[in-house]
C-alpha cells in the first residue's frame, strides 16, 4: 500500500516537473525576443593643408617709382579625428512582459589638431612721389587636402 502511493506521487512529482519544463520552454524560449546589434562603429580623419603665396607687384608709368611687394604665407593645418562608438543593447521580453535590458555604450574621442603657420613678408620700396595708375599681380595657390 505504500509502495502504491510512493508510485503515485513519483508519477505526479514527474508530470508536475514535466508540466513546469513544458511551460518554461513554451513561455521563455517561444515568447521571448532578444535584439542584440551593434549600432555605431566608424571612424574618419581629414588632412587640412593650406598654401597661401601672395605675390604683390606695383609699378608706376615713371622709371623713378618701383613698389615691390612679396607676401609669402604658408598654412599648414591637420586635423585628425577618429570617433569610435560602440553601441550594444540586450532587450530580453517574455510573454507575461517581464523587461530585461542592458545597454552598453563606449565612446572613444580622439582630437589632434596641428597648426603651422608661416609667415613671410619681404618689402622693396623705392619710390617717388607721383600719380599714376598701379598695375596690380596677384598670384594666390591654395593647396587643399582631404582624406575622409
Known amino acids: 500500500f505504500i509502495l502504491f502511493y510512493f508510485i503515485l506521487f513519483y508519477f505526479i512529482y514527474l508530470f508536475i516537473y514535466l508540466f513546469i519544463y513544458l511551460f518554461i520552454y513554451l513561455f521563455i524560449y517561444l515568447f521571448i525576443y532578444y535584439y542584440y546589434y551593434y549600432y555605431y562603429y566608424y571612424y574618419y580623419y581629414y588632412i587640412y593643408i593650406y598654401i597661401y603665396i601672395y ?48 545597454y552598453v555604450r563606449t565612446y572613444v574621442r580622439t582630437y589632434v589638431r596641428t597648426y603651422v603657420r608661416t609667415y613671410v613678408r619681404t618689402y622693396v620700396r623705392t619710390y617717388v612721389r607721383s600719380r599714376s595708375r598701379i598695375v596690380y599681380i596677384y598670384i594666390y595657390i591654395y593647396i587643399y587636402i582631404y582624406n575622409i
Open 55 to 102: 605675390i604683390y607687384i606695383y609699378t608706376t608709368t615713371t622709371t623713378t617709382t618701383t613698389y615691390v611687394r612679396t607676401y609669402v604665407r604658408t598654412y599648414v593645418r591637420t586635423y585628425v579625428r577618429t570617433y569610435v562608438r560602440t553601441y550594444v543593447r540586450t532587450y530580453v521580453r517574455t510573454y507575461v512582459r517581464t523587461y530585461v535590458r542592458t
